[in-house]
């Protein structure tokens, strides 16, 4: 950066005909304001020697006024936009909050709308933490209306503690996985149709059709659930989509649909295998 500043004063294609010259402490500003982009610390400093007077140094204080509260580089939509917010989500998925609130820092120093971060926060509580611990999604929502109540920084605030949350809590992202494999079988296996026993009839001819018929309603069944009953289409196996893990509320989750799956085997109306 020193080397780049120095050619753009000296050379005669630059600034070199109006001998200027830039102080340590003024280059170390003019850094901080480019923050690692060699473009942008050409243009500052080209901004700056327009103001400046020929043959003299340029002013700290003429910097300084110039900058104001000029943004670390943070380009919405570029490559250091997409990385930070990408290591925001993983320091969360790691379980580290220091390194969330490091990035998330970052992020608000470079300008990022803090909406922006709210709703992506949102995104890793269903994401990343999922029913391992389902008041994440709650506390993500209620930060996100912090934000747009009552904006910064008493919002900001808010997401931070929505932030420390998700990195603390138990992870999984069964449910995720659980969704993406079964949109990816609902775009396969094409419009198969509803099984009568499990449609709606609303109507006496949808009766006479067998719509409704035979359907067992679980809050009239031991345990409040009906063994055995199959709820896939007809000629499509049972998958096992949702496979809970063995941490937070998940792991009672867990236990629960071992119980229901044990049911089902000791049934005389067992379902189809998944």
Known sequence: MRRLVDRALNEERGLGKRQLSLGDEAFAL??????????RLLNLL???????????????????????????????GGEAFYDQISALHKSVRGS?????????????????????IARRVVRMASEDIGNADPRALGLCLSAWDVQERL?????????????VYLACAPKSNAVYNAFNTAMRDAAAQGSREVPLHLRNAPTRLMKQLGYGEH???????????????????ENLDPRQYYQPVPRGLELKIREKLGHLAALDRASPRQRRKP
Not at 30 to 39: N, P
Not at 58 to 65: D, H, K, T, V
Not at 108 to 113: P, R
């Open 46 to 76: 080209e901004n700056a020697s327009d103001l400046a007077e020929d043959g003299e140094p340029i002013p700290l204080e003429l910097l300084q006024s110039l900058l104001g509260d000029t943004r670390r580089r943070f380009d919405k």
């Open 151 to 163: 904006g910064s920084p008493e919002g900001e605030l808010a997401v931070a503690q929505a932030i």
């Open 30 to 39: 003019l850094v901080a304001a480019a923050d690692g982009d060699g473009r």
């Open 96 to 116: 580290s909050p220091d390194g969330a609130l490091y990035w998330f820092a970052r992020m608000l120093d470079g300008g990022c709308d803090p909406l922006y």
């Open 215 to 233: 359907y067992r309603y679980a809050h009239d069944e031991p345990d409040a659930y009906a063994a055995g009953e199959d709820y896939f289409p």
